[in-house]
């Protein structure tokens, strides 16, 4: 976690070290109790005719994610990525089959879908799925099952630090992506009283809170901010107007609250938002964003990956609102000359954006591994094989072996322009605060 090296202490630094170990035991602990559960129904048979999902000749997986609704961008970008990079390949002779179901971003929807697709058969591995919320109810129907989630197109501890059950990780954290504005705005001259956010008010929006308000504590901030913020974070309902946060409701437009709930802070607490912090997908902060300009705010908002890169730059480029906005990427620049990047926009072609190309880095990470498992494709065995991959995908370093659940710790923090992202200085940075 290199970004976040910068804030702690020598102490703080055998912390991370000692939980890199806790994160090695717990995946190796995954890996046991589908070893001890195999044992018992012996897995180590024929892999066609006992381990879930696989079949003399296809490996069966399932991805529940947004197909449809305001932010259907998401789901569909991650579905185009996964099936250029998978479909007609083959591991061990068989052939991969992915079958996608709709979750409209909602928890309920993919609760449901979920079940749908595990009673109408057996998969390998669930891969892909998109968002927090839906996540915090889906993770609990796999790990019951033992199904190995994958790669799911969230950065929060619900799949890290707090993982519950077998869970494989591609990108790197909200923790990881925050920490690394937050250091390029300090290094500004950035306070942390002068930090604020916009989140969608639910797992994803609070993962989002919880890791600023340990960056923020970290750093020195007040004992009234942090206290600001443990009160948002445990009270439940509206969060507005508590303190230097705004929230808004998932798969809705309206921004005005959230943006209301920030003036007020502003003006009881005395201090200007310098920077805005959001977790927030790209139709809702599109409209936050056109709002705050038309207010004649000038904050440097930052965006998450998670947000939807190209749609947030195309309906911010529509209004020419591009500048001020930034945001962090965990994938290579769509520019970049790296192998894999190239390999992708070939594969895509015009489908090639930075969602899609999360998906096709996560299919051939996944192939690459499975390819790699010695003996029978087993859920066990595919574990184990992960927690010993570290590799060089086209360009993109994949390490498994460091003691954590996540493959790849790559976080660049962009600036948009009306040609796409490029990587941002901290003389950029500084111009852009001025």
Do not use: H
Request: charged share 20%; aromatic share 8%.
């Amino acid at each position: 976690m290199r970004f976040l090296l910068s804030f702690l202490d020598l102490k703080q630094c055998n912390f991370l070290r000692s939980r890199k170990i806790f994160f090695k035991a717990r995946l190796l602990t995954a890996w046991y109790l589908l070893a001890s559960a195999c044992l018992l129904t012996g897995c180590r048979g024929n892999a066609s005719s006992s381990t879930p999902g696989v079949t003399p000749n296809t490996i069966r997986l399932g991805s529940v994610l947004v197909l449809q609704g305001q932010d259907e961008a998401l789901g569909n970008g991650m579905r185009l990525g996964l099936e250029s990079a998978l479909v007609g390949e083959k591991v061990q002779g068989r052939s991969l089959e992915i079958t996608f179901k709709n979750d409209y971003y909602e928890p309920a929807s993919a609760r449901k879908a979920t079940e749908e697709l595990l009673e109408a058969q057996d998969i390998f591995i669930a891969l892909g799925n998109v968002g927090t919320p839906t996540a915090q109810v889906t993770l609990p129907i796999l790990a019951q099952q033992n199904i190995p989630a994958v790669g799911f197109f969230t950065g929060a501890k619900l799949l890290r630090e707090d993982a519950r059950g077998p869970i494989v990780n591609y990108r790197a954290g909200y923790g990881q992506e925050i920490a690394a504005v937050v250091e390029m705005a300090i290094a500004a001259g950035v306070t942390p009283a002068e930090i604020c956010a916009y989140v969608q008010n639910d797992g994803y929006g609070l993962d989002a809170l919880e890791n600023l308000k340990q960056i923020l504590t970290k750093l020195g901030a007040s004992q009234d901010i942090i206290k600001r913020y443990e009160k948002i974070l445990s009270s439940n309902g509206d969060r507005n107007n508590l303190g230097p946060v705004g929230v808004y409701t998932r798969n809705t437009p309206y921004s005005r609250p959230g943006y209301d709930s920030l003036k007020k802070w502003e003006s009881e607490g005395g201090v200007d938002c310098k920077l805005v912090i959001t977790a927030a997908t790209y139709r809702n902060l599109s409209y936050f964003v056109g709002m705050a300009r038309s207010e004649g705010e000038n904050w440097l908002i930052s965006a998450l990956s998670f947000t939807g890169a190209d749609e947030l730059r195309w309906d911010l480029e529509e209004y020419n609102l591009l500048d001020g906005v930034i945001l962090t990427q965990v994938v290579p620049l769509l520019s970049a000359n790296l192998p894999i990047v190239e390999e992708a926009k070939t594969a895509l072609k015009e489908e090639f954006g930075v969602i899609s190309l999360e998906g096709y880095v996560l299919g051939k990470m996944l192939l690459k591994i499975m390819r790699n498992v010695p003996g029978e494709i087993t859920r066990e065995n595919f574990l184990a094989e992960v927690s010993q991959s570290k590799f060089d995908l086209g360009g993109i370093t994949i390490d498994f072996t460091d003691g954590d659940n996540q493959g790849s710790d790559l976080v660049i923090v962009c600036k948009l322009t009306s040609e796409g992202f490029s990587a941002m200085s901290l003389a950029d940075f500084t111009s852009i605060l001025q």
